[in-house]
């Protein structure tokens, strides 16, 4: 009479182990084939917008899929456009992080995120690897968010180098865009150029508009007060109209300093007179240099997926292409946890960069290259990187 009772006790302590080893498969041990769940949060839309980030590291992971994934799991990555507003960058971040299980955040692009949600990450045990590091917080928080290009703040540093120790200019002016609370930052780019060169900037005007219409005032201050270059941080738009307003007052004598934000097909062709010239120290190796084996892998992925070749693009190629390095390394358990320790331990070195990648290290190498009058294209300035380490 008893055998029927442990009959009974012992179906049901089968099909309890059943149960739990099915939801620890669904939760992300080695034998669960379901999906990795991996965020971006960028700035598709709104007023500065770099969308090629996220469809770059879409194509890598694509790819890899593709190809099986990991041990037959595949990547579902989930970009949202944070529109360049506040609130939606935010409720962006919880949304993928605490609804959708994101294990990591990679290849995003946006012009505030990082600054916003860098408290979030850190609370939640997620790492960021943005393709494009922007605002301040992607360079503030290295524990949380590490980004794979070298930044505006680096890059204004790397221009004005460029400007002084190379070209030898003097009497550089700098004339700067501050959108938030980004002063700081940029002013500390022109310190550090101070220190390592022993150069001074002619005058710094940190009271540009962004999204200007009319940089006339400027121009012609800057002439007035014997500026024989201009290093500026403006976006594509309003560097061209910089440039114009220049032109329009017969500048051509002028040398400007751009960053990486102007590096593009579209602004050599919309710029015929560029004066003495624009330098730029790209990020990533020049993308224009369509010969270099450096952005072959690169290059062939963006043309069969009809994604734009710009440094942004670039970006959100490598963070895709370290995050999935990294995440080969995991043994057992795919987990937000795994993936953190992977990630904190992971280093690279991939030609399209100058200096190798570690999580939280700062890149601070760029490639110059140069837009003269009446090119209409780019042209590699140099014959290795520049660095402000190595100065």
Known sequence: MKTKPLAALAAIAAATALVITGCAGSGGGSGSKDPIVVGSVNSISGPATFPEASQAAAAVFKQFNAAGGLNG??????????????????????????????????????????????????????????????????????KTISPVNVGPYNDLTLTLMYGSETLKLTDICVLLEIVGSTKPAYMAAVQKWEEVTGKKPLYVDATLPAGGSDYTSYIVKARQAGCKAIASNPIEPDAIGQVKAANAQGWNDLTWLYLTSVYSTNFAKAVSNAGAGVYVPAEFYPFTDTSSSANKDWYDLMSKNNIPLTSFSQGGYLAATYFIDALKTIKGDVTKESVTKALQSFKAQNPMVGAPYSFGSANDAGWPVVLKSGAGAWKNAATDWLTISGH
Do not use: H, W
């Open 73 to 142: 799991r595949k990547i579902d990555y989930k970009a949202l456009d944070d529109k360049g507003d506040p609130a939606t960058a935010t409720s962006s971040a919880r949304q993928l992080v605490g609804q959708d299980g994101a294990v990591a955040m990679v290849g995003s692009a946006s012009i505030l995120e990082c600054q916003l949600n860098a408290k979030y990450y850190a609370q939640q045990g997620v790492l960021s690897m943005p393709g494009v590091g922007v605002d301040t917080g992607c360079f503030d928080n290295p």
